[in-house]
């Protein structure tokens, strides 16, 4: 029996009737593997992963392999969701080691946590081997495992020492502009797939935040070209198998190059980002089935991920009754039994054992050309259509509801919570949707109930109303944007002054006194062989760039130098690598793009305020923030701003804003913010 069973993580229970004896990640199975001279396997995974069920099954799962770990290991298992400070350390290792990296993460460590050898999914035999002969090597040459150990745990060291030695100062003015976009531009084109979206060749993520900025990057350079790829990714994903087209929701990636075959597990950061990532373009390019993904997403998040007690549970799995994709997949004859005379018109919509056939006969249901292709093809009204696809989905779910459900992961984390809460505070502005607003409220309010530790700081992960684990970098930055994104849709001050305090604390114990960069553990919490600075950007947005363009907000906010001075300082740091590969600052890349607008703060106080809010709405305006005030404020931004009875608008720019304007439509109207209406 191992010692799994008592675990808050769905994915380590899962592994609790394996006959290998695994324990959590914990300073006492490294003391053991000390006093016993054993090495220690760690192996990382989550609970949706296919491929970590995979190995589970062939390897952990069988008797013989499990005693070769327990007699000579000391096994540990890990939630990469629950520890991404530990999985991102061996990750870089065994990409260091074996030049690429994913999950599940197998990697053998020194007693003292210092890794030796490590790689991805191993077959039985190859996992056995590996056991076997490293067993071998330690035994009879300790010296040299420990001097590999070494020479990995230097790489790792180093690979952190960007922005060492950076002064923290305010950039000389206009040094934070020396970018050529369009040069940044070309590092992101080179990589498009120029047919079906995307970039790259199988496998595809979505990868939210890029196409986010090669939106704006779009729409202000009126770079047509580029819209024309955002516009081409954004509705093939909408269109393939990626896509559920019975509820709403994005898996993680495509297994092909053309969004058809998803590798089915749904992730809550994935979905949070595409929900502001569509509403946003909804509202820019004035395509309301831009709006209407947006929404289905967010149907999809409160009816599948809302957790009981409040927030947003992590994951669904890949897999159900043994198979990857069982509760998504159709036969054409289940399709026919549910639907009868509706089938001919259905399966030509969604390519049924046409584009949609996947293995054997079963099809993933795509959307094969859009509504108005399928009013004219069957000489209905659009209305018409839309009412007969609405039947057929709503008949469908309910059948597929019977089916066995994949698993849910029910953890809750601050960090992906935080950013669905932005999500729906920045969908509500472009969508005018109150229950979004609603539901960023409440989000809200829960989070700072629950993930506040006593004394200052966040938890990190929360499980049936329970929060453990101490916060990390992303956390505070990404719960912090989205307090400001929520105060920027309800005028709502102490989401304003929660946020400023998330930040300040962050400050005081993430802080390196020789970079602007932030270390991605606190001082305050249980060390890790090292601490690493999050930079790049990949399926999430790296927290140091997430926390830089957060302290610009709070310098906006509260006129505090020191918020904007840091925030400068980390991107000058930034500014060195770009845009040599522009990709992976996509995130460093909209901040620095949208100061060059540059920033402008709106400004409203008096009775007006409300209705100012919901001018806003459906507005596609990224480089502007919004501030406001029925009343006196405390904001140092608005303070001595109110006149009873009067409502003044200002126009703000690094704290400095223009003579008042009775008429805030004016101020409005000039700086030509492109509005939009909501979705039919």
């Known amino acids: 029996m191992n010692a799994l069973s008592r675990a808050a993580s769905p994915y380590l229970r899962q592994h609790q009737d394996n006959p290998v004896e695994w324990v959590e990640w914990n300073d006492a199975a490294f003391a053991r593997a000390k006093n016993e001279n054993k090495l220690v396997v760690v192996s990382v995974g989550y609970a949706a992963c296919h491929w970590c069920h995979v190995m589970a099954h062939e390897s952990f799962e069988d008797a013989e392999i499990a005693a070769v770990m327990n007699r000579h290991y000391i096994c540990i298992k890990v939630d990469r969701e629950e520890r991404p400070d530990v999985d991102q350390i061996y990750l870089e290792a065994v990409q260091l080691m074996t030049g690429r990296g994913g999950w599940p993460l197998n990697c053998f460590l020194l007693p003292d946590g210092r890794p030796v050898y490590g790689g991805t999914y191993f077959r039985p035999e190859q996992w056995k ?39 923290i100062r305010r950039e000389a003015p206009g040094e934070i502009r020396a970018i050529s976009w369009p040069q940044a531009y070309e590092s992101f084109s080179m990589r498009f797939d120029k047919v079906r979206g995307g970039r790259g060749s199988a496998p595809k993520f979505p990868m939210p935040c890029e196409w986010q900025f090669l939106l704006r990057y779009g729409m202000y350079a009126k770079d047509s070209k580029c819209l024309e790829q955002v516009t081409l990714t954004l509705d093939k994903m909408a269109a ?17 190059s053309e969004w058809k075959v998803p590798h089915f597990e749904k992730m809550l950061y994935d979905n949070a980002q595409l929900l502001e990532l569509y509403a946003e373009a909804g509202a820019a390019l004035r395509e309301p089935r831009y709006l209407e993904t947006a929404l289905g997403i967010a149907e999809f998040l409160e009816a599948e991920l809302a957790a009981d007690g409040g927030g947003y549970c992590s994951a669904l799995d890949a897999d159900s009754e043994g198979e990857e994709g069982r509760y998504y997949v159709w036969t054409s004859a289940e399709l026919k039994t549910v639907l009868k005379d509706r089938f001919a018109w259905f399966a030509d919509f969604c390519g049924v054992d046409g584009e949609g056939l996947w293995e054997e006969d079963r099809n993933i249901l795509l959307r094969h050309f859009s509504l108005d292709d399928l009013a004219e093809k069957q000489g209905w009204t659009r209305k018409r259509a839309e009412e007969n696809w609405e039947s057929a989905r709503r008949d469908l779910s309910a059948v597929r509801a019977r089916r066995l459900r994949p698993m849910l992961d029910d953890k809750v984390l601050t960090s992906w919570n935080g950013l669905l809460l932005k999500a729906f505070a920045a969908a509500y502005r472009h969508t005018g949707e109150e229950g979004l607003r609603q539901k960023a409220a409440r989000l809200a309010d829960f989070l700072l109930q629950h993930a506040a530790r006593p004394g200052g700081g966040l938890w990190h992960r929360g499980w049936h109303g329970d929060f453990a684990i101490e916060g990390f970098l992303e956390d505070y930055a990404f719960l912090a944007e989205g307090l400001i994104e929520l105060y920027q849709c309800t005028f709502s001050e102490p989401y304003l002054e929660a946020a400023r305090k998330v930040a300040d604390y962050a400050l005081a114990h993430f802080s390196d006194p020789d970079s602007p960069l932030l270390f991605f553990t606190a001082d305050n919490a249980p060390q890790v062989l090292v601490r690493k600075k999050e930079t790049q950007d990949n399926v999430i947005p790296s927290s140091n760039a997430a926390f830089a363009r957060m302290l610009l907000l709070l310098g906006e906010y509260y006129l505090e130098p020191r918020y904007r001075d840091r925030a400068e300082s980390m991107l000058s ?107 039919s």
């Open 129 to 167: 081997d590996v056991l076997e002969r490293l067993t071998e090597v330690w035994q009879r040459e300790p010296e040299a495992v420990a001097l590999q150990a070494e020479q990995i745990t230097a790489h790792l060291r180093k690979s952190d020492s960007q922005g060492k030695g950076a002064e």
């Open 240 to 256: 393939g198998g990626i896509y559920d087209h019975l509820a709403g929701g994005f898996a993680r990636y495509s297994t092909d």
């Open 573 to 679: 740091v930034v500014r060195r690598e770009f845009p040599s590969y522009a990709p992976v600052y996509a995130a460093w890349s909209d901040i620095l793009f949208l100061e060059e607008r540059p920033a402008v703060t709106f400004a409203v106080v008096g009775p007006d305020a409300e209705n100012f809010l919901r001018a806003m709405t459906g507005s596609y305006s990224p480089h502007l923030r919004l501030a406001g005030s029925s009343g006196e404020s405390s904001l140092p931004l608005l303070r001595d701003k109110h006149r009873a009875g009067v409502t003044l608008a200002f126009r703000c720019q690094h704290g400095t804003c223009d003579l008042p304007e009775e008429n805030w439509k004016k101020v409005f109207d000039a700086e030509s913010v492109q509005r939009n209406p909501s979705p």
